[in-house]
Antibody, heavy 115, light 117 residues
Framework: EVQLVESGGGLVQPGRSLRLSCKAS????????MNWFRQSPERGLEWVGF??????????EIAASVRGRFTISRDDSKSIAYLQMNSLKSEDTAVYYC??????WGQGTLVTVAS | DIVMTQTPLSLSVTPGQPASISCKSS???????????LYWYLQRPGHSPELLIY????????VPVSGVPDRFSGSGAGTDFTLKISRVEADDAGIYYC?????????FGRGTKLEIK
């Protein structure tokens, strides 16, 4: 059974950094593109970015709203995808989800940016 | 960015009755590869979104758990799409979202809340 478990969320001050992790199981992680989405009452569901599989270059695409502040990486040996978030702003407050492609979603982790 | 517009914002349906949700995109979702990248998700209260329909009309099957019931069907082309539930059940309550995957950034509709009477 496919499982995606996000972790690393929490309360963080504006301008600080946070790294989210997404631990995957139940499928061949290295063959899969991994996305990050987020959801807030103000902005609804929003795509954050994705990382391609190594066989497809392992490159990333990042939404304009977070480009230059957020990066995505992966460790195929551990079946983990990461979302590194720097220079956090209050508008980054949301539940963050990782997904396998556009199909399987994790349970989400809440990030709150506030002083 | 492609704008996704869903209607209605909410609907209340009696069990056993049909339901229909519309999703319109500001640009065609037909990709040069011939596929149309329109997805439907259901987010039940307190849960993450789950995929129901991909590429307009294909019901998602999450082996080995179960597939999406055939009460759910998707249709449409170009910029106009519809999700239909032939006979609503209590478990169908939640917020339904359409999403386009033809162009980055992927974008979602604002959602349609389905309430079961």
């Amino acid at each position: 059974e496919v499982q995606l478990v996000e972790s690393g969320g929490g309360l963080v001050q504006p301008g600080r950094s946070l790294r989210l992790s997404c631990k995957a199981s139940g499928f061949t992680f290295g063959d899969s593109a991994m996305n990050w989405f987020r959801q807030s009452p103000e902005r609804g569901l929003e795509w954050v970015g994705f990382i391609r599989s190594k066989s497809n270059g392992g490159t990333t695409e990042i939404a304009a709203s977070v480009r230059g502040r957020f990066t995505i990486s992966r460790d195929d040996s551990k079946s983990i995808a990461y979302l590194q978030m720097n220079s956090l702003k209050s508008e980054d407050t949301a539940v963050y989800y990782c997904t396998r492609g556009r199909r399987d979603w994790g349970q989400g982790t809440l990030v709150t940016v506030a002083s | 960015d492609i704008v996704m517009t869903q209607t209605p914002l909410s609907l209340s349906v009696t069990p056993g009755q049909p339901a229909s949700i519309s999703c319109k995109s500001s640009q065609s979702l037909l990709h040069s590869d011939g596929r149309t990248y329109l997805y439907w998700y259901l987010q039940r209260p307190g849960h993450s979104p789950e995929l129901l329909i991909y590429e307009v009309s294909s019901r998602f099957s999450r082996v080995p758990v179960s597939g999406v019931p055939d009460r759910f069907s998707g249709s449409g082309a170009g910029t106009d799409f519809t999700l239909k539930i032939s006979r609503v059940e209590a478990d169908d309550a939640g917020i339904y979202y359409c999403m386009q995957g033809v162009q980055l950034p992927y974008t979602f509709g604002r959602g349609t809340k389905l309430e079961i009477k």
